[in-house]
Structures are given as C-alpha cells and as structure tokens.
C-alpha cells in the first residue's frame, strides 16, 4: 500500500539511509533538525517552518523543498485530501489515494509528528518540547481535528472503524448539518445505499447556505428525489444525543429514529493555541489571523498565514488555500533569494471561484460566478474523482491508473 513504510507509528523511514532515532522526525538527509535551542542543519538555506499538513501546508512546503531548508510541523504522518473524506466514508477504496504520508512529496524536508504549542520570535515550540527555530514561519493550521497520527490507522478507520461499520450494517441514518460536508455524506449514502432510511436535519432554512438559494434548492430536490428526509431549521442537541435509545429528538420536538449519526457541523479554527503567542494581536474576533496583500501577518515581515485561517475576505475553499500557497511560496523564494534587496512581494487577490459540491457519485451542484447547474455535467468535473488526480499531481505525485 502506498505510503505505509513503516511497521508502526510514529516512525517513518525516509528514502535516504539515515534514520532519526527520534521516533518524531522523518529526517530526509543527515543533517539534523533543530536542537533544544537553535539549530543546526544547512547553513546556506535559509529555515522555512510550516505549521500545518493540510490542503495548504503541504503545497507549500512541496513548492520551496529545494529552495530552503524546510521543516513540517504537522499533527499527523500524513495529508488528507479534505474534499474526498465523506466519499471515503462511503466508499473505503478512496481513502487509499486520499490519504498520503508527508514524506511521499516532502523529498527533501523534515516532518515533526506534533501539535504546536507557541510561537515565540525564533522558535515554534511543540507539544513534546522542541523548540524548532525559523527564518521564516508560515501558519497553516485550517480547522480543528482529532485524527489518527499513522495512515495505516486512518485508512483502517474508513475500512474497519466503528463509524463505517455501523453505516454499513445500519438500516436508518441520521446526518446532522446541512452544509457542503453534511450534503455529500448524504448523498453518497443514498447512492450507495439506496435501500437506507436517511435523514438530514439542518439548523438554517436552506441547505449550502454559503453559496445561493439556486445551488440550495437543486441540492435539497436532489436528495429528496433520492429518498432522503430533510428537515430545514430544525436542530439536534449534540451533547444529548446517544446512540444507545435509537431516538433523536430535533428543536421542534421531532422524534427521528436513526441506527447511526453522524455530525457534518463546522469544525473551530485550529487557531486557539496561538491566543498567548507572539501572533496574539494579530488575530482578529473570530480567530483567524489578519494578514497583509502579501498574506504576512500583519506587524510580522517574516510571518505568514494560510488557508482557512486567515481573514481574506472571501469563501474558504480548499483552491483558494491553494493559491494562498503558491503566492507564499514565490514570495519565500524571492525573499531568501534578495538578501537586503528591496524586494516586490507577489500580492493575493480574494478570489470568487467556482464552487461545487458533489451529489453521490455520478452528480454535483455547481455554483458559477453567473449562474447555477447541477446534474451530471459538473458531477463528471468533481463527483467522479474527487479531484484527487489534481491534488496528488500537484504534490508531485503521478497517478496513471484509473480508478473511482
């Protein structure tokens, strides 16, 4: 299986002969990675530290790995296609080319299998005590989540884990949020298992509710063509609900009787460890961090957000982090390239995309910058794949075979 190069977790061995005996660090040379205090390591690069292994921070880190001496601090030994999480839910073969191990792109660069903890004006501090010292930092940090720290385990939960195996054998599923996670779940239980009772409950009065009412609407006739009960501005008590009774009580006094749930509700920011930081004053009320035309956070020249994080006015979408990446990246190089150069930073401009969510596995519903259309059309753009060619030729990785 792709990527699973190591007999147990927290230790990966990395293409080249030597191996850290530090079961947190996939070293990808023999120079070392920081030490309790500084650093050593490749002198003639500059150190570029990436908090984050998500949609955002492993693009960049893949994008600057042979222009500076680049370190990973993620939480996890691998990335995770976001956009294709619901369909591997549904379908456990996905998650294999989902889920990649970091150390399939990231070549020649360091993986730190930690959370960050602080951020200090030199070091990044982990959650097993490293102080890891920059050059630059760039904050990548998206949302909240608790997930396995292997891939083996996290491809194993899809196939085997408690949630899939109760999906699988269930005859009534409850899905609990109305957005674009919520929507697809759905829709690809009602697609592979028609024979399902499966029931939505969302708390807005309509469904998508951060795209248009056209998108909603052709979503929503979707899955009730499909069987799916639907139940608009209605919620269900989170830390009520048990499995155990079979019954889940909605706001409005609905009974539902439901085998399984499952919760597709906005997950937080995964910001809140950096409220006693250095970055503190640049975070705004929501929690996402300010940052300049150049995406650095603001009062910081050697700092920089991306992704979901950040208070760029617009969608937060898994292309649109993307972008914030790439434009980082250029700015990365020519900054270790100028020296003390005046430099003209590449500056990002918020983006109104395309945005599509996908209605089983033939479907999707997309939303144009002038218009709406659903149906097979955009289902043959993302619904198909995932999109999973994409993002995997992105990180470098080539993928001939068909599948899905």
């Not at 120079?31 to 492993?58: E, F, M, P, T």
């Not at 939480?75 to 080319?97: G, H, L």
């Not at 144009?368 to 994409?390: A, H, N, Q, V, W």
Request: hydrophobic share 40%.
């Amino acid at each position: 299986m792709e990527g699973d190069r190591s007999p147990q977790c927290g230790l990966t061995t990395p293409r080249s002969t030597s191996v850290s005996s530090d079961p947190g660090v996939c070293l990808r040379d023999p120079s070392s990675i920081s030490s309790s205090s500084g650093r050593s390591g490749n002198q003639l690069w500059q150190r570029v530290v990436v908090v984050g292994g998500g949609i955002a921070g492993s693009l960049i880190a893949k994008s600057i790995q042979f222009n500076a001496d680049i370190i990973l601090i993620d939480q996890k030994e691998y990335f995770e296609v976001p956009w294709a999480t619901m369909r591997s839910m549904v379908d456990p073969a996905v998650a294999d080319k989902a889920i990649i191990n970091h150390t399939d792109y990231l070549i020649h660069g360091k993986v730190i299998t930690a959370s960050a903890v602080d951020i200090t004006d030199t070091d990044v501090i982990t959650s097993d005590g490293r102080h890891v010292a920059y050059d630059y930092l760039v904050l990548a940090t998206g949302h909240a989540a608790s997930s396995p720290k292997c891939r083996k385990d996290r491809i194993e939960k899809f196939k085997e884990g408690m949630p899939n195996i109760k999906m699988r054998t269930s005859s009534s599923v409850l899905v609990i949020g109305g957005g674009p996670t919520g929507v697809e779940l759905a829709s690809d239980i009602a697609s592979v298992y028609p024979d399902k009772k499966v029931t939505l409950v969302h708390n807005g009065p309509r469904l998508l509710g951060f795209i248009g009412h056209k998108a909603g609407n052709k979503a929503l006739d979707w899955l009730r063509s499909k069987n799916v009960d639907v139940l608009l501005e209605q919620s269900v008590d989170l830390d009520s609900i048990s499995e155990a009774d079979g019954i889940y009580i909605t706001s409005a006094g609905e009974a539902i009787a439901a085998d399984c749930h499952y919760v597709c509700v906005n997950r937080p920011l995964g910001t809140s460890w950096m409220r006693e930081s250095i970055v503190k004053d640049s975070m705004d009320k929501y929690g996402q961090l300010m940052v300049d035309e150049h995406l650095r956070v603001k009062g910081r020249n050697n700092i920089f957000a991306i992704g979901d994080i950040t208070d760029v006015p617009e969608r937060k979408q898994g292309v649109l982090a993307q972008r914030h990446a790439m434009v980082v990246a250029k700015n990365l190089k020519l900054l270790m390239k100028g020296g003390n150069k005046e430099i003209k930073l590449g500056k990002y401009r918020p983006t109104v995309s395309i945005t599509m969510v996908s209605l089983g596995k033939k479907d999707a519903v997309a939303q144009l910058p002038f218009t709406t259309m659903s149906g097979f059309l955009p289902g043959l753009i993302k619904s198909r794949e995932m999109f999973l060619r994409k993002t995997r030729k992105l990180l470098g990785l080539d993928h001939h075979s068909v599948f899905l």
